[in-house]
């Protein structure tokens, strides 16, 4: 079964800034079969991005996403004060496991 | 719209058992594969269970393997969880997925609101 890591634990910035969130993989992601989700207090994770670099519909350009093999970044590129959450990655090719997520707080 | 709409969740006393059930609205339910995922207190994402978009094929993670069941009915629109002999540990925000696809790989594109199940005495 994959494990995914995600480091930091916890990220503080502030708006503006850019933020660079990593996941690693204790094997290789089959066909970049890697996805990144945001959550917030009291509400349902959202999906920001699929395939390792895929936005998915309605998320704004300053997510991106990159990598491959065991190394895979969420970069935003300029934060603004929504983007303060909690971001877990994902691999769907075939163990389904969650990152322990990285907690993105406003400094 | 795609929407998904949980229920059945509560208070449940360990070795009890409750049925989730999620609604669902807006897509073809049928050619989409179903999950469960679970958010215990202060804690991270779990994936719980999952079923093709037939119903053919059930999938758990082994925290609630032979104690949970997955199942749906594609003419109600509807995904199942039913739990049994829970457990302290299961106690968690449990949330209904939409799957981008019929069968594996897929991620999840559409999450629930949640349904909050808390085991205690």
């Known amino acids: 079964e994959i494990v995914l890591t995600q480091s930091p634990g916890t990220l503080s910035l502030s708006p503006g800034e850019r933020a660079t969130l990593s996941c690693r993989a204790s094997q290789s992601v089959s066909s970049s079969y890697l996805a990144w989700y945001q959550k917030k207090p009291g509400q349902a994770p959202r999906l920001l991005i699929y395939g390792a670099s895929s936005r998915a519909t309605g998320i704004a350009d300053r997510f991106s996403g990159s990598g491959s093999g065991t190394d895979f970044t969420l970069t935003i590129s300029r934060l603004e004060p929504e983007d303060f959450a909690v971001y877990f990655c994902q691999e769907y090719g075939s163990s389904r496991a969650f990152g322990q997520g990285t907690r993105l707080e406003i400094k | 719209e795609v929407q998904l709409l949980e229920s059945g969740g509560g208070l449940v006393q360990p070795g009890g058992s409750l049925r989730l059930s999620c609604a669902a609205s807006g897509f073809t339910f049928s050619n989409c594969a179903m999950s469960w995922v679970r958010q215990a207190p202060g804690k991270g994402l779990e994936w719980v269970s999952a079923i093709t978009g037939s119903g053919g094929s059930t999938y758990y993670a082994d925290s609630v393997k032979g104690r949970s069941t997955i199942s749906r009915d594609n003419s109600k629109n509807t995904l199942y969880l039913q739990m049994n002999s829970l457990r302290a540990e299961d106690t968690a925000i449990y949330y209904c997925?939409?799957?981008?696809?019929?069968?594996?790989?897929?991620?999840?594109?559409?999450w629930g609101q949640g349904t909050l199940v808390t085991v205690s005495s």
């Open positions: 997925t939409k799957g981008s696809t019929a069968s594996r790989p897929y991620y999840f594109d559409y």
